[in-house]
């Protein structure tokens, strides 16, 4: 297999992943508002750990373009000018949501009786974020594949 | 200004008998870049567009042009 079908082959498995990616650090966003607030018990410090790698390991492979195990020549021919730009593109959305979520929760915590802790707000803003860069990300990829 | 660029990419290659994978391996790209400069998705920068018309035996402007050129 040639590297051109290589990184065509990696290029599809990633617009793959990215969805499930994004699916679990949405449930886990679900589970987490659902926990009852309180004192952190070891369980939840253990599922804020686990959401604190996802969303960080996302962030890198959204930044990156993932497949750090693979030669540097094939990461740059799976990270090449149309990766960049969709990358770019996805980023922007990302930020957009990310702001508008902002904006909406100061409304609510502004002009409603609506008590959010800042847990629950950094949770809400993040997850916002990188689910739609990463939506955006494997849509622009996968019409870029087809 | 226009950011649409029309191009005659497939024609050439397909004229020349090259798939998408084989024009991407002799530029350094994958398929995906020679894919979306050929369906007008994307446009390619300078560097990808002198090495297409490398490629292809074709000047630059032989391969691009502006819509209504």
């Known amino acids: 297999m040639t590297d051109a079908e290589e990184a065509d082959r990696l290029s599809r498995r990633r617009t793959r992943i990215l969805p499930v990616l994004g699916l679990f650090l949405v449930i886990q966003q679900a589970t987490f508002f659902t926990s009852p607030a309180g004192r952190m018990r070891a369980v939840d410090m253990v599922h804020a750990g686990a959401w604190i790698v996802l969303a960080s390991v996302i962030l890198a492979a959204l930044m990156t373009g993932g497949f750090w195990n693979r030669p540097p020549a094939l990461r740059r021919l799976i990270d090449d000018e149309v990766t960049r730009a969709n990358r770019a593109s996805a980023l922007q959305l990302g930020f957009v949501v990310a702001m508008a979520v902002a904006i909406g929760l100061y409304v609510i915590e502004s002009f409603t009786t609506a008590v959010l802790t800042p847990l629950q707000t950094i949770h809400a803003i993040v997850t916002a974020g990188l689910f739609t860069a990463l939506l955006r990300f494997a849509a622009l990829e996968r019409r870029a594949l087809d | ?69």
């Open chain 2, 1 to 69: 200004m226009t950011d649409r660029l029309e191009n005659r990419v497939r024609e050439v290659r397909e004229a020349k008998g090259l798939t998408q994978a084989q024009l991407a391996e002799l530029i350094g790209v994958s398929r995906k870049t020679v894919n979306t400069v050929e369906n007008g998705v994307f446009v390619p920068s300078t560097v990808i567009a002198l090495k297409l018309a490398q490629a292809l035996g074709q000047s630059v402007e032989a391969l691009f042009s502006l819509p209504g050129d």
